[in-house]
């Protein structure tokens, strides 16, 4: 594969290329890929997402860490070695440098796939749930190295809003005081993952795809440094049904009393399929779909105002 080195980053040819020209492209995380999903489900919606994204005619990165080397763009058979590793590493900020440095393999969650974009030059990204602030953290202290990136690197993030097993009003509230921006996609209300309701607000509702690009292209412009989370609903048609996804929460949560640290949002999603028959999985399918999609359309209309410059912006 023929791929451009950006310093420690190995970019695929197609995604340095569209980078260069200002081209729509769309960054992918892999660790929904190898903890947040069951396998085979991880590499078959991992594809499928990269098929939404070209659909929509924008290039679908995909981020990993293989042999030492943080890929931007890798290929279906790499995904294939990155989700048989027998105990994958799931990589955020503090671990990424040693990971590389070690040579190692991992998959980069939220927080890891932002630095590694905003690096490329990538400026839109989607995910299923942002990680937050954990339930209970008054006497675990667990909160995802998610926010600190957001705070920190200037990529729009597309999500269905943060995971339901998060504390979700402390989660909006740190949002706010890391001054990351959290538009609404058609919406009012800070959706809640599996669910389209959370009783939150978000910062400002935008009603089309171009004035999320014309927010998104004004925060980069005005010097913020942050990113940004582009908060998109799960369809309604996919979402878990209120008393089926309370009650397996409740019992979820409950059960991961005695987990902690990284092993904390794998264990949780795990669950969450058990106790609602996989229901969860698919739900999780739908909304990583309807969130590559947005993101997608997202990077086109960036595009057609006009793309940042490439590269890494100035840091302050
Ligand atoms: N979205 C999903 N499934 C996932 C995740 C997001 O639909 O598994 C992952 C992301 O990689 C996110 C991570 O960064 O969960 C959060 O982990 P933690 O709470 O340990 O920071
Ligand atoms: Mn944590």
New binding site residues.
Partial sequence: MSRSTNGLLHVHADVAAAIAAGRPVVAL?T??VT???PQPDGVRVAAALEDAVRTRGAVPATIGILDGQVRVGISRGELDRLAAAPNPV?V?LGNFAAEVAAGGCGST???ATMVAAWRAGIRVFA?????GV?RGVTETGDV???LTALARYPVAVVCAGA?AILDLPRTVEMLETLGVPVLGVGTDEFPAFYRRESGLRVDRRCDTINDVARAVRTHIDLGFTSGLVIANPVPEADALPKDIHDSALGTALVEAADVSG?D???YL?DRMRSLTGGASVKT?EA??LNNARVAADLAVALSAIGTPPAGPSPRP
């Fill in positions: 995380e660790t929904l903890h947040g999903l799931k955020n969650t939220v927080a995910t299923g749930g942002i990680g954990h995802s190295a998610d995971k990284r904390v949002t794998p999603l999780n909304l990583l």
